[in-house]
């Protein structure tokens, strides 16, 4: 929830999906000050926990402010309706926030000299071919509707049992909608299709192949936890943006 009452005289509002995605974009604005690029950011603008992706939105729906979003696995035409509807928000360039700290060339340089270590590099390059395939099938699966299929009243299977439904016709549409959704075929066909697609992306794997929130999670934080010692997702960020707990 925005609270309006934190804003002084002159500042504009960024509302972000979480309070990670808050700490991180403060740290970039940080850094930014320090090396002339602007100044004294925090007097004209201040940035809260938007409570996530629809939060983020519903606050653009009721005010005059700016958002600011992941791209996830959304789709070109996706994001462009998006920001035609919402001409205030801002979409991320890649997947996650996190995907800012998973490639070892960034990381590298968000640790202090002391901490870094070829073996964080060579432990990362080591599974990040299987990540790409896990992003290339996590987006074919977004496309074909994966986040959505078991949620709300139209999902499975509420959309059979939560009222009743006693239309033939009707029950073979919703049951055919969800077969397709399950293809398995289809599905691989099309997994192996984006799959080549982000082989040839390669070079930009850590930023648009990726699932960085996962990846930075599963990967990352436990190579950093084998090097230097058992901490959370969330104390590592705040030591690779150098932000207070």
């Keep these: 929830m925005v609270d309006w009452t934190r804003l002084r005289p002159g500042q504009r509002l960024l509302v972000v999906e979480g309070d990670t995605d808050r700490k991180i974009i403060e740290a970039f604005l940080r ?12 007097a004209v603008l201040d940035i809260q926990d938007g409570g996530g992706f629809k939060g983020v939105l519903s606050e653009l729906e009721k005010t005059t ?29 890649r997947v996650t926030i996190e995907n800012y700290c998973i490639d070892p060339v960034d990381l590298e340089k968000l640790l202090p000299p002391n901490r870094q270590n070829p073996a964080i590099k060579a432990g990362i ?45 009707r029950i073979r549409a919703i049951l055919l909608d969800w077969h397709r ?26 930023s648009i192949c990726i699932d960085g929130k996962k990846f930075f999670n599963e990967v990352v934080v436990q190579i950093l936890n084998r090097e230097f010692g058992q901490q959370e997702s969330k104390a590592w960020i705040s030591e690779l943006f150098q932000l207070e707990n």
């Design 31 to 42: 850094a930014g000050e320090k090396l002339g690029h602007w100044r004294s950011w925090s």
């Design 65 to 93: 402010v700016w958002g600011l979003i992941d791209r996830d696995w959304k789709s070109d035409t996706e994001i462009h309706d998006l920001t035609n509807r919402y001409p205030n928000l801002l979409v991320l360039p």
């Design 125 to 169: 390059e080591a599974v990040v071919e299987s990540w790409i395939q896990h992003g290339a099938l996590s987006k074919v699966l977004y496309e074909n509707g994966a986040h959505y299929f078991c949620r709300g009243a139209a999902g499975y299977p509420n959309a059979l049992i939560d009222m009743p439904v006693t239309d033939e016709a």
């Design 181 to 206: 959704q399950l293809d398995p075929e289809k599905t691989l066909a099309a997994y192996q299709k984006m799959r080549n697609v982000f082989q040839n992306f390669s070079s930009q794997a850590f």
